[in-house]
């Protein structure tokens, strides 16, 4: 009887310790276009934040940009962008994604609605962009950035 008893509090504390493993195990995996929206957003945030630190991590030694404006930069161009950034932003909202991933290849589009201070006088614009994305080593790098600056209706 005593090992009847044994024997089931054993039990009971076995499938306790492996259905408690089991759901601290279970943390959301993200998929790949979850990701590539984070990094998205993460990039927006440290370009306002002027950390080019972290833009570095993200952006292909390669990387090519095409700017609203017709000009192209490289990723030297684009961290000396950040870092220098002085502008006066008071928001900047990143949405309308359409993320497609293509083995490890991804293209990503987005709009940004940018919201500040141009010229003493408050100004809203709006920004459309094509990302492309490697995979290299598990993780993302964006090798090609095009904007275009979306005409006031």
Same mark, same amino acid.
């Given at each position: 009887?005593?090992?009847?008893?044994?024997?089931?509090?054993?039990?009971?504390?076995?499938?306790?310790?492996?259905?408690?493993?089991?759901?601290?195990? %279970?943390?959301?995996?993200?998929? #790949?276009? =979850? *990701?590539?929206?984070?990094?998205?957003? $993460?990039?927006?945030?440290?370009?306002? @934040?002027?950390?080019?630190?972290?833009?570095?991590?993200?952006?292909?030694?390669?990387?090519?940009?095409?700017?609203?404006?017709?000009?192209?930069?490289?990723?030297?161009?684009?961290? %000396?962008?950040?870092?220098?950034? #002085?502008? =006066? *932003?008071?928001?900047?909202?990143?949405? $309308?994604?359409?993320?497609?991933?293509? @083995?490890?290849?991804?293209?990503?589009?987005?709009?940004?609605?940018v919201v500040g201070i141009s010229q003493g006088r408050q100004a809203?614009?709006?920004?459309?962009?094509?990302?492309?994305?490697?995979?290299?080593?598990?993780?993302?790098?964006?090798?090609?950035?095009?904007?275009?600056?979306?005409?006031?209706?």
């Amino acid at each position: 009887m005593i090992r009847r008893a044994l024997l089931l509090i054993f039990v009971c504390l076995a499938v306790g310790s492996i259905s408690g493993g089991l759901g601290a195990q %279970s943390r959301e995996v993200k998929s #790949d276009q =979850q *990701i590539l929206v984070q990094i998205e957003r $993460d990039w927006d945030a440290a370009f306002r @934040g002027r950390n080019s630190a972290f833009i570095e991590t993200i952006l292909a030694d390669e990387f090519i940009a095409t700017y609203s404006d017709g000009t192209r930069g490289d990723k030297a161009h684009e961290l %000396s962008l950040a870092a220098g950034f #002085d502008r =006066q *932003i008071e928001s900047s909202t990143l949405d $309308d994604f359409l993320v497609k991933i293509y @083995g490890d290849t991804a293209v990503v589009w987005m709009s940004q609605h940018v919201v500040g201070i141009s010229q003493g006088r408050q100004a809203a614009m709006t920004f459309r962009y094509v990302d492309v994305f490697v995979l290299r080593d598990g993780r993302w790098q964006c090798v090609s950035s095009q904007s275009t600056k979306v005409a006031a209706p």
